[in-house]
């Protein structure tokens, strides 16, 4: 056995209990949303067969794959031929599985293999950690959870203005005011290359608008040069790239208009205006939604609606994002899968709620009174108590040992156990208890009735 | 891009909707206990060092550890030679890291990585996968559940009452009847060692009488003979071993009198006998609650109490078990913390309420109510009410598309949703909606307000 000082892996992180409470909160906020709406759980295995993973993420992608090596005897079958030839080559024979690298990918494994059983559309919301095999830095972890919603089985833009209500519930119950939800379409963006005559380019065209807020619209130009993109096309696109953002149904009328000519551009000016009008028709309205025409997230599987949410008063890059893809089981063989998902990014929403000091009292009372004692027979006392309180509901603790009653009272303290209650001799011998308040030290001796009935009052009302 | 049939590793298991409710069931009644006794929850990450991990779980353990191949060339330093001697030679060169096999080993890793932060006594809980490369098989996964709680920091007796006073208010939420919470104490078996003449063979004695269930004190007999136990030793143990079940307090007097000249068995008498006491001084009585002097689990580390339930009407083995530990940090140089731990079966705990059908109607309505309608008109009026229910806390969904009503009718049926919501022409121009409840059959055509109490009422109480 070593004995040696035990480390995390690096890009780990434990969660104790003050970052536990907090982040409970925040999933049972999305979750709550979630379940409003109509969206089911679901949880796939931590580990899929690599022949699941592999291929889906690009190369990129598979490098950062995590895998596990086969149980027992793995280098069985394998030659010293074939392990000269490096780690590549002998990798599909010593590891079948690797660990999941996102949800996406593990949800249409699930759609495919439960096809004839599903009920379509089917709506489902999935939160577990992935893992990736990243260099660690300030923000990026080797496990992360990802926080996901997908409908499948239907193309009604209901479900595009359904995620707008969600983010804007979600956001509004996290108490964020000052955030934009961005949303285009991809059409639109093939529109655009149309438009700049630069048709089926939309994909290279993205990539380097993706890039805007970065590095700004010179360096994008020099990238859009070196793409292959003619001087004329970047003129084009020049006013539109730099045009002011207006309201939603200004710059939707300048799209329409100049991507007119565009079948594809037009429909997708047209779903995006059809997705406004049915937020407004569920009763939203379009605060927080900001139509931003060169928005594309760099992810070539969208096909129609693109949303990205991004908080203004805190610089962290975007928070949430999703859009719709036309086409999530192709690659395991079942085609025409239409669907639209989102995915609340769970670590970025905590750093933003902990810089704002949304939090409030969420991780501060994990106990709602701790029982103290002088002694033994005052324990043996404040036993029957403890239960007493707990039959209400208020979570309670009692100190297990026979401590000075100034340890008992700091055990409270480094909890963050807002009330104690005390028990000497007197209390004893007269059948009542003390209850002391912690943050405004006043404290008070009365029947135990009473002083249940103030804890419940505060549980019920913390602010009081 | 491969494009063959996906499936799942072996050992792996999907939760799909259904499932995953009346896991969360479990779950969230288990949480409430444990917050309500004012554990507080931990998570750590499903990999560790392989240094954390190996040699923890002796040598079968160390097998059945699922390891991580390094990321990149992960061969780069592996000469030819070192390769040829095997896969046991060159796995530390080529897996750092391993899936958590227990809950147990990371969180002594915590308390020793935190030990200056920590508040003693440090309660935690802490429910999260693990993963063990067993060979798969009925009840048997290769990722599954644990649901721990520890306090660790004293050796107050108070903390074995709790864990009792919280296996029977989980187990009676759950609508358990005929369970038995199995007690014994490590230092009992001490003792009983010391009587039969066989001091300090307590653990080959647990081994084989922990075997005892399954096959009976004649085989078990012939394992203490292969053990060394000799014919004396035997037949002392025989009428204890064989000594029917009593009381708890006969059964205590029984091995107070017997134990008498072992100070450890005495102890160990004591200390039972106290938890008891202390159980009722927390308002439990013993209900449920059977001392076992037989009690072993087999298990090396466990220093005091030990604990163990069995479901008495299904025939499943153990669904929970736990036990006082003395050393729990000392393998990573941190000695002599003391704690107590409790694990709930989350998979076999499940199988039991699936087959005693305790879980009524946890799963049965995700959704409260599903919108239907006759056509583009009706589904634009419906967005309105969808959006009014949901304000009230009426988890409602709208069909997203113009289908036919029976294909939306069929919809909301294998969903298991309660309730429609018909929106045609009529309703439109009355300016009402009709509400069908998909279980009766009933139906009535009223003001939206009128429908919204209604479904406000039933969210309330399901079984009116």
Redesign the interface.
Request: aromatic share 10%; hydrophobic share 40%; with cysteine.
């Given at each position: 056995?070593?004995?040696?000082?035990?480390?995390?892996?690096k890009g780990?992180?434990?969660?104790?209990?003050v970052e536990?409470?907090r982040r409970?909160y925040i999933l049972e906020t999305i979750k709550d949303t979630f379940?409003?709406?109509?969206f089911?759980?679901?949880?796939?295995?931590?580990?899929?067969?690599l022949?699941?993973l592999?291929?889906?993420y690009g190369d990129e992608g598979d490098?950062?794959l995590?895998?596990?090596?086969n149980?027992?005897?793995?280098?069985?079958g394998v030659t010293?031929e074939e392990?000269?030839q490096?780690?590549s080559a002998?990798?599909p024979k010593?590891?079948?599985?690797g660990?999941r690298y996102d949800l996406t990918v593990p949800f249409a494994?699930?759609v495919?293999?439960?096809r004839n059983e599903l009920?379509f559309?089917f709506?489902?919301f999935q939160i577990q950690?992935v893992?990736r095999?990243d260099r660690p830095q300030r923000g990026r972890y080797?496990?992360f959870y990802q926080c996901d919603a997908d409908?499948v089985g239907?193309d009604?833009l209901?479900?595009e203005a359904e995620i707008l209500?969600m983010i804007k519930r979600v956001f509004g119950a996290f108490g964020l005011t000052d955030y934009t939800i961005k949303i285009n379409n991809r059409k639109i963006l093939t529109g655009l290359a149309e438009f700049i005559g630069a048709p089926g380019k939309e994909q290279e065209l993205c990539v380097s608008i993706d890039k805007l807020d970065k590095i700004g619209w010179e360096k994008v130009k020099g990238e859009l040069l070196d793409r292959g993109f003619v001087a004329d096309a970047i003129d084009k696109l020049a006013p539109i790239v730099r045009r002011e953002e207006g309201l939603n149904a200004d710059t939707l009328g300048f799209f329409r208009e100049i991507l007119g000519s565009s079948i594809v551009g037009s429909m997708g000016v047209d779903e995006l205006s059809q997705v406004l009008d049915?937020l407004e028709?569920?009763?939203?309205d379009q605060s927080h939604v900001s139509f931003d025409p060169m928005l594309a997230r760099g992810l070539s599987y969208y096909t129609g609606a693109i949303f990205e949410v991004k908080i203004n008063n805190v610089s962290i890059g975007s928070v949430s994002g999703g859009g719709r893809y036309d086409n999530l089981t192709g690659?395991?063989?079942l085609p025409d899968v239409s669907g639209v998902g989102f995915s609340f990014g769970v670590d970025r929403i905590y750093d933003v709620l902990l810089e704002l000091g949304l939090f409030g009292d969420v991780a501060a009372a994990?106990?709602d009174v701790l029982i103290t004692h002088f002694g033994q027979q005052e324990m043996?006392y404040g036993?029957?108590i403890?239960?007493?309180l707990?039959?209400l509901?208020?979570?309670?603790?009692?100190y297990?040992?026979t401590s000075k009653i100034k340890k008992q009272f700091a055990?409270a303290d480094?909890?963050n156990i807002p009330y104690v209650i005390v028990i000497g001799s007197e209390e004893m011998n007269s059948a009542k208890v003390t209850l002391k308040n912690l943050r405004s030290g006043e404290q008070h001796t009365d029947n135990l009735n009473k002083v249940c009935e103030v804890l419940v009052q505060k549980k019920r009302s913390p602010n009081d």
């Amino acid at each position: 056995m070593s004995n040696t000082k035990p480390s995390l892996p690096k890009g780990t992180r434990d969660f104790g209990p003050v970052e536990m409470a907090r982040r409970n909160y925040i999933l049972e906020t999305i979750k709550d949303t979630f379940r409003l709406f109509g969206f089911e759980q679901l949880e796939t295995p931590a580990m899929e067969n690599l022949s699941t993973l592999t291929g889906k993420y690009g190369d990129e992608g598979d490098q950062l794959l995590f895998k596990i090596l086969n149980s027992g005897d793995y280098l069985k079958g394998v030659t010293i031929e074939e392990v000269a030839q490096g780690s590549s080559a002998i990798l599909p024979k010593i590891a079948e599985k690797g660990l999941r690298y996102d949800l996406t990918v593990p949800f249409a494994r699930f759609v495919v293999m439960n096809r004839n059983e599903l009920v379509f559309p089917f709506k489902r919301f999935q939160i577990q950690p992935v893992w990736r095999a990243d260099r660690p830095q300030r923000g990026r972890y080797r496990e992360f959870y990802q926080c996901d919603a997908d409908v499948v089985g239907t193309d009604s833009l209901v479900c595009e203005a359904e995620i707008l209500l969600m983010i804007k519930r979600v956001f509004g119950a996290f108490g964020l005011t000052d955030y934009t939800i961005k949303i285009n379409n991809r059409k639109i963006l093939t529109g655009l290359a149309e438009f700049i005559g630069a048709p089926g380019k939309e994909q290279e065209l993205c990539v380097s608008i993706d890039k805007l807020d970065k590095i700004g619209w010179e360096k994008v130009k020099g990238e859009l040069l070196d793409r292959g993109f003619v001087a004329d096309a970047i003129d084009k696109l020049a006013p539109i790239v730099r045009r002011e953002e207006g309201l939603n149904a200004d710059t939707l009328g300048f799209f329409r208009e100049i991507l007119g000519s565009s079948i594809v551009g037009s429909m997708g000016v047209d779903e995006l205006s059809q997705v406004l009008d049915l937020l407004e028709a569920m009763g939203g309205d379009q605060s927080h939604v900001s139509f931003d025409p060169m928005l594309a997230r760099g992810l070539s599987y969208y096909t129609g609606a693109i949303f990205e949410v991004k908080i203004n008063n805190v610089s962290i890059g975007s928070v949430s994002g999703g859009g719709r893809y036309d086409n999530l089981t192709g690659v395991f063989g079942l085609p025409d899968v239409s669907g639209v998902g989102f995915s609340f990014g769970v670590d970025r929403i905590y750093d933003v709620l902990l810089e704002l000091g949304l939090f409030g009292d969420v991780a501060a009372a994990p106990v709602d009174v701790l029982i103290t004692h002088f002694g033994q027979q005052e324990m043996n006392y404040g036993l029957g108590i403890l239960s007493e309180l707990r039959a209400l509901g208020i979570s309670a603790e009692i100190y297990p040992d026979t401590s000075k009653i100034k340890k008992q009272f700091a055990y409270a303290d480094k909890k963050n156990i807002p009330y104690v209650i005390v028990i000497g001799s007197e209390e004893m011998n007269s059948a009542k208890v003390t209850l002391k308040n912690l943050r405004s030290g006043e404290q008070h001796t009365d029947n135990l009735n009473k002083v249940c009935e103030v804890l419940v009052q505060k549980k019920r009302s913390p602010n009081d």
